[in-house]
């Protein structure tokens, strides 16, 4: 029984940490960057200051990009204390499996604090991309489908999962 609760444990905490990883690893888009002049805490900085990867390549009018900024820039407070909230959660149920005074319904309660926090990263992700696309002409629209049907016909991108391996 501890064998699976373990194990139940480590698939939780990878799948909760798996939105948090893709978000470190995302390069800001262009023309977002650090300026000359701009440290790493300057508004090109995490989330809000990089264009969302479904626009990259779109080509946006300087005033959208200025609304893009400032939406993306308005989401980051929120952003950063809901992951704040999930990393600790994380590392408060990671010492307390760790720990020789393990609690059921105390890790159950960081584990669903982890979640919600996580669950309400990805609400907040979904409102700014439909806020987003609300600022886009019906050419700009067009050119992302035109660019997601493209791509749905590539490998891994079908919607199926690739084959079992033999």
Same mark, same amino acid.
């Given at each position: 029984m501890k064998h699976r609760q373990t194990m139940l444990f480590l698939l939780l905490s990878a799948g909760l940490a798996a939105p948090l990883s893709v978000k470190a690893q995302q390069a800001p888009g262009p023309g977002f960057g650090p300026g000359p002049g701009m440290g790493h805490h300057g508004p090109g900085r995490g989330a809000?200051?990089?264009?969302?990867?479904? !626009? +990259?390549? *779109? &080509?946006?009018?300087? $005033?959208?990009?200025? %609304?893009v900024f400032a939406a993306t820039y308005a989401q980051e407070p929120l952003l950063h &204390? @809901?992951?704040? *909230? #999930?990393? %600790?959660?994380? $590392?408060?149920?990671?010492? !307390?499996?760790?720990? #020789? @005074?393990?609690?059921?319904? @105390?890790?159950?309660? !960081?584990?669903?604090? #982890?979640? @919600?926090?996580?669950?309400? *990263?990805?609400?907040? +992700?979904?409102?700014l991309e439909q806020q987003l696309l609300a600022l !886009?002409?019906? &050419?700009?629209?067009?050119?992302? #489908?035109?660019?997601?049907? +493209?791509?749905?016909?590539?490998?891994?991108?079908s919607g199926q999962r690739p084959p079992a391996p033999v």
């Amino acid at each position: 029984m501890k064998h699976r609760q373990t194990m139940l444990f480590l698939l939780l905490s990878a799948g909760l940490a798996a939105p948090l990883s893709v978000k470190a690893q995302q390069a800001p888009g262009p023309g977002f960057g650090p300026g000359p002049g701009m440290g790493h805490h300057g508004p090109g900085r995490g989330a809000g200051g990089g264009v969302p990867p479904f !626009l +990259r390549g *779109i &080509e946006l009018t300087e $005033a959208q990009q200025d %609304k893009v900024f400032a939406a993306t820039y308005a989401q980051e407070p929120l952003l950063h &204390e @809901q992951e704040k *909230i #999930a990393f %600790k959660a994380h $590392a408060q149920l990671r010492a !307390l499996a760790a720990s #020789a @005074q393990y609690d059921d319904a @105390q890790a159950s309660a !960081l584990a669903n604090t #982890a979640a @919600q926090a996580t669950a309400r *990263i990805s609400l907040e +992700r979904a409102r700014l991309e439909q806020q987003l696309l609300a600022l !886009l002409t019906l &050419e700009q629209r067009a050119q992302l #489908a035109a660019r997601h049907t +493209r791509h749905e016909g590539g490998p891994g991108r079908s919607g199926q999962r690739p084959p079992a391996p033999v």
